[in-house]
């Protein structure tokens, strides 16, 4: 199964006094309409993202629901043709975080808890530390920094379905860079490494890669993202996302705008697309993945 959260908007005070962040989001997935490609038809997503902190910290929670809804199945009997409709899968994720911020590093640790009806893997939790270094030349910023990441889901299964607890350890070595062009516009470039050792599949190791570039001027400000590669039961957005399934990954693409309605209010959508090889298909499918959320500021 596949989880997808928007990343979180967060606006930094010029000041050192606390900012809180709630930011609701909902989202709709349309998976391929080839039944051979994909079993799921089509999902649907919402959650709530909390934070706060100021310049030296970041307190975060987020909780999310996913409702998946299965094709229709036919199957051929002595007595006719019969109709399957397996029930949906649902699945509820609970994410805690800290980061702490100096004047030149920081580092963050977290938690992913995933409960699911999904049989598959079945429950998972994920564990995360970053820590990353910075440095500022005049309005331009350079970053570079490793997430690393320890998945475990107990009663999970392998490609051949053998029963047995799957283990995961995933670094993701990174580097960014922040260019100030003026007063009213910036840009940010952004790459990652995804290396996953998975000694529990019959497929060790997966590496992925993701690019993405954030352009802002004035109140509006678009993300552009791609990704490609190999990627099974990985983990995304610094913990956000987690694709807890044995499908696939191979290459995605994401674009998403905002726009600040006020100071301390930013509506935000996005529109992407992941071609990926689901358990047990023939060949690969693609989805088409829409969110949109709304963060305030207080």
Request: no cysteine; charged share 15%; glycine share 8%.
């Amino acid at each position: 199964m596949k989880k997808f959260i928007l990343g979180a908007t967060f606006v930094a005070s010029s000041l050192m006094a606390d900012v809180s962040t709630i930011l609701p989001y909902a989202g709709y997935i349309n998976y391929d309409s080839n039944i051979n490609k994909s079993t799921k038809d089509t999902a649907s997503l919402f959650g709530i993202h909390y934070s706060k902190g100021n310049l030296s910290y970041l307190f975060e929670l987020d909780y999310s629901h996913l409702n998946s809804v299965y094709k229709s199945q036919y199957e051929s009997t002595p007595f006719g043709q019969t109709v399957n409709n397996p029930s949906d899968l649902k699945q509820d994720d609970f994410v805690i975080a800290y980061s702490n911020y100096k004047t030149n590093y920081m580092s963050k640790v977290g938690y992913h808890y995933v409960s699911t009806n999904d049989e598959t893997l079945g429950d998972g939790h994920i564990f995360n530390y970053t820590i990353g270094g910075y440095k500022w030349k005049g309005y331009d910023k350079y970053s570079l920094g490793l997430e690393s990441y320890y998945s475990i889901y107990s009663d999970g299964h392998d490609e051949n379905y053998d029963s047995k607890a799957i283990n995961i350890f995933q670094f993701t070595p990174y580097v960014s860079f922040y260019q100030g062009i003026n007063v009213n516009t910036s840009n940010t470039i952004s790459l990652k490494l995804n290396y996953e050792i998975a000694t529990d599949y019959v497929d060790t190791d997966y590496v992925s890669y993701e690019f993405s570039d954030t352009f802002a001027y004035k109140k509006f400000f678009t993300t552009a993202s791609f990704y490609t590669g190999e990627s099974r039961t990985g983990v995304k957005d610094g913990g956000s996302t987690v694709f807890n399934s044995l499908d696939l990954m191979k290459t995605g693409y994401n674009l998403k705008v905002g726009y600040y309605l006020k100071p301390n209010t930013i509506l935000t959508f996005s529109y992407g697309a992941n071609t990926y090889r689901e358990y047990k298909a023939s060949s690969d499918g693609t989805n088409n993945v829409m969110v949109t959320s709304l963060s305030y500021n207080f």
